[in-house]
């Protein structure tokens, strides 16, 4: 092949056999891995890479940089061989420790462990989804801040897919969006090898690809030769060059490309070729270098990095002209760049919590998350947010919300009925940067984004997940449509907080809690049904921002002031507690809607000489992060527990205690739900005050 690359005059040979190479000895060394992909991808990557990819391997983070995404993060040896070879901080010595503990070369891509990977890839078609919400954030971000001269944000979104990532649904949800959106600037190049792990495709993926994104509204290259980077350049040039619509480059290859005994069957895709088979490609192609070395001129002709500063000074002298003639939009545009929160958000929060428990309304749950939505959303325009179909019941939309469009315009996202993209693209303008995603559907179609919801807690991507109708409480939609073991497995994912309040100022403290996160997703649980407000004193509501906190204290005979637990002595509290003389006493445990049936069973108790405190616990996660002496405080040792709320019952019995523990009760719903209305469902299944009186005076009988 007598191509030339980079205008460096290096036959691109040596550089795609120089990706292989290296796919193929860190797969041996690791002894585990998918040489396959990056075998077959190595032309389409020399041609990327070296041509067209605008990157700075000494910035890794620069806002202009495009973006490039590996969808099928299997492969990930090719983006490390070339992250390597480009320049980025990724010596040689972390390839040879490719997939080994702590090492910058986890089996697959993962943001935040290696300099120049955007989004974590592995499960198939979400790193396609992610990267149509980078296409989108640039899209917004250009028509948000692009001034005439100025052009500030000018990037674009490149990803690589194989055969998986296309066959999964979440392509079909977030590329008929790209297609709708018109994102121009994105561009994937597609990996038709024929091949996934089961053997030959044509047993099970017999689309029309080309014709399905056709369909979609996208530009199609059909009929590429993936081995050939001068045709895959030309691709390219002509992807850049259509100005109204996403393109698809389908390009043949052959997978494991290079190894006679594997070439071109799934025996290439994911294991060691076997030394062996690795000294018969290096002999076939002609790769007379010993493992893991790589001749200089092919390092030269691959190094990014001059060209990649000058053109990130270029954009520096851009950013300094444009703050020159538009001083305030830059600021603005580096503040959400940075994912900072202006100077006016504390306040402004501050000034909503106030107002909303001034104003002890009592309205559904996702009516006040509405209203906070309304208070935030005016001084946060990096909120973007958006619906899975249901804004009129989710109510994710403000008076400010305005329709995203295809020029670029908008803040508010008709995501149509597709939950898994809606969470895969929200985690893309995260991780994109300059936006805080918000979005919304009902509980238990979370499941249908359950996966973009772990990757985005994985990935420490800040968004904030609106999920409504929270349980029977919805009422006659019936089982299908209750959430009943939603909360309990949306709590079980590590670094996602999950919210479920109980009235107008626990939502709006969740919010913000979500809001300021600046590691992670933050989940809502809210109630379609209304919920009366439960009144604080400011010690309480200053501790909703702890996870848990008591909410009306043991009553008459056991006197204590409510809301101590805020800047009390929390030891002394818990003596206090399990030292209150003679009143039989107990505790609930309740989360949002269930919130109210524990304070009307306390005042039922209380008539009858039993004190019991209410603990408020929107989130348990907060709860968990406290130290221990405060969680004492509201938990004490040794007084008798009931755990309330509407749906799974075993998350609980870590608070309350074990399920043969007498002085232990979790009232809850084990079963999926029935069709009938609200007040008769919970009347059916016992989660009632009633119910909750009974089980507290059993309890405090043998308490302390
Ligand atoms: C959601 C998801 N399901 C299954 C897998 C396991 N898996 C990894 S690669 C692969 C086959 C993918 O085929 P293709 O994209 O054509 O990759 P190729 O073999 O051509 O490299 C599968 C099923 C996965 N990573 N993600
Ligand atoms: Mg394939």
Not at 513 to 542: C, F, H, M, W
Not at 558 to 579: F, H, K, L, Q, V
Not at 639 to 666: L, N
Request: charged residues 20%.
């Amino acid at each position: 092949m007598k191509d030339q690359a980079n205008g460096k005059g290096t036959d691109v040979k040596p550089m795609a056999d120089a990706l292989r190479a290296l796919a193929m000895d860190a797969v041996e060394a690791a002894k585990s891995g998918h040489p396959g992909m990056p075998m077959g991808m190595a032309e389409i990557a020399v041609a990327l890479w070296t041509r067209h990819l605008k990157h700075d391997p000494a910035a890794p983070r620069w806002a202009d940089r495009d973006r490039f995404v590996l969808s099928n993060g299997h492969g990930s040896m090719l983006q490390y061989a070339l992250l390597h070879l480009a320049g980025y901080e990724l010596p040689i010595g972390e390839l040879k420790r490719f997939r080994q503990l702590h090492s910058k070369t986890p089996g697959h891509p993962e943001v935040g462990a290696t300099p120049g990977v955007e989004t974590t890839t592995g499960p198939l078609g979400q790193g396609l989804a992610n990267a149509v919400g980078m296409a989108l954030a640039e899209k917004l971000l250009a028509a948000r801040f692009n001034r005439p001269g100025h052009e500030v944000v000018d990037h674009r979104t490149w990803v690589f897919a194989g055969d998986g990532c296309l066959m999964e649904g979440i392509s079909h949800e977030a590329c008929s969006l790209a297609g709708t959106w018109g994102l121009s600037k994105l561009t994937v190049l597609y990996d038709d090898n024929g091949i996934s792990i089961d053997g030959e495709v044509a047993g099970w993926f017999t689309d029309d690809t080309p014709s399905r994104f056709e369909a979609y509204g996208w530009h199609v290259v059909r009929g590429v030769d993936g081995h050939d980077v001068a045709a895959v350049d030309r691709a390219i040039g002509e992807a850049v060059r259509v100005t109204d619509k996403p393109t698809l480059i389908c390009c043949r290859t052959v997978i494991g490309k290079g190894s006679p005994g594997k070439a071109g069957s799934a025996d290439a895709h994911g294991s060691a070729l076997g030394e062996k088979e690795v000294a018969a490609t290096r002999a076939a192609l002609g790769w007379t270098h010993p493992p893991f070395e790589v001749p200089r001129e092919v390092y030269a002709a691959f190094d990014a990095r001059a060209k990649g500063a000058a053109a990130h000074r270029a954009w520096s002298e851009r950013l300094s002209a444009y703050r020159a003639a538009h001083p305030s939009l830059a600021a603005e545009f580096e503040r959400r760049m940075e994912g900072d929160l202006p100077v006016e958000w504390t306040s402004a929060a501050a000034a909503f919590v106030a107002a909303q428990a001034a104003k002890g309304e009592t309205v559904a749950t996702r009516k006040a998350s509405q209203q906070a939505i309304e208070a935030y959303a005016k001084v946060l325009p990096e909120m973007v947010g958006g619906s899975a179909d249901l804004t009129g019941s989710v109510f994710t939309n403000w008076s400010g919300s305005v329709p995203v469009t295809r020029e670029g315009t908008g803040n508010y996202v008709y995501f149509g009925v597709r939950e898994f993209a809606m969470t895969a693209i929200g985690n893309g303008l995260s991780l994109h940067g300059g936006f805080l995603p918000y979005h919304g559907t009902f509980l238990t179609f979370s499941d249908y984004a359950r996966n973009a919801v772990r990757m985005a807690a994985l990935m420490k991507a800040r968004s904030v997940m609106v999920y409504t109708h929270d349980s029977i409480g919805l009422g006659e939609d019936g089982p299908t449509h209750q959430a009943i073991e939603h909360a309990a497995s949306l709590r079980l994912i590590p670094n996602l907080d999950v919210w479920r309040p109980c009235d107008t100022v626990e939502t709006a403290l969740a919010w913000a809690a979500g809001i300021e996160r600046r590691d992670g997703p933050t989940a809502l649980l809210l109630s379609r049904q209304n919920v009366a407000y439960a009144p604080k004193d400011a010690g309480q509501v200053a501790a909703i921002r702890r996870g848990g906190y008591v909410l009306a204290d043991f009553g008459p005979g056991a006197e204590r002031p409510t809301g101590r637990p805020e800047g009390a002595a929390p030891g002394g509290e818990a003596r206090a507690a399990s030292s209150g003389g003679t009143t039989p006493r107990a505790l609930v445990i309740a989360t949002g809607s269930e919130v109210p049936l524990a304070l009307a069973a306390r005042a039922a108790l209380a008539n009858e000489g039993i004190a019991v405190r209410v603990v408020s616990m929107p989130c348990t996660q907060a709860f968990d992060r406290q130290d221990p002496a405060y969680r004492a405080s509201v938990l004490p040792p040794g007084v008798a527990r009931v755990a309330i709320e509407a749906g799974v019952t075993d998350g609980w019995r870590k608070y309350v205690g074990a399920a043969d523990d007498p002085r232990a009760a979790v009232i809850g719903v084990d079963t999926f739900g029935e069709s009938a209305p609200a007040g008769v469902l919970f009347e059916h299944f016992g989660v009632t005050a009633r119910a909750l009186a009974d089980a507290l005076r059993r309890v405090a009988a043998r308490s302390d």
